[in-house]
């Protein structure tokens, strides 16, 4: 039985099928009780984080800030913050966070190379409790407001990866990004 590959993939279909069908079903999803406010200065608005662009502490922050994005315990807030035009892919994220499923989803990043004072390509792998579910991947941070987030485009990636490669079916915001 071949767990990883196939286990993410699950994953990331059930849990983005959710997300997108509680979308499509609800009329309005802005205002609800139950979503706790945000706790850290990176996901509150109004006080601004500046991360620093260069050097050991600028690739800590990428590596920080991506496997928080990774880690779908935490709020909806938290993983908008961490992911560039954030709020564009609201729905699919409101679909990950609280799932069981993703739960048990995180990723270790094993190398950062910043390129230019806003962008830096990381290489990561996401584990399904906590075993390899896709090793290397490569992906994109970018520096956007003062805090490195996850790349759209990264992001876009895996969920086409997900997809089998097919545009069709994809989530509208990402078939301008991916090939």
Known sequence: MSFPRVSLLSLAAATLSVGMGLTACSSSSSSTSSSPPPTSPASTPSTPTVEPTTGAAAIS???????????????????????????????AIRGLVGSPLAAAATAKVTSVKLTTANQAAVTYTILVGGKTGLANQQGIAVYDGGVWKVGDVSFCGLLLLENGGKRAGLFPACKSLVG
Request: cysteine-free.
């Open 61 to 91: 922050a990428i590596k920080t800030n991506w496997t928080a994005f990774f880690n779908f315990k935490s709020s909806v807030s938290r993983h908008i913050a961490l992911l560039q035009n954030g709020s564009t892919f609201a729905p």
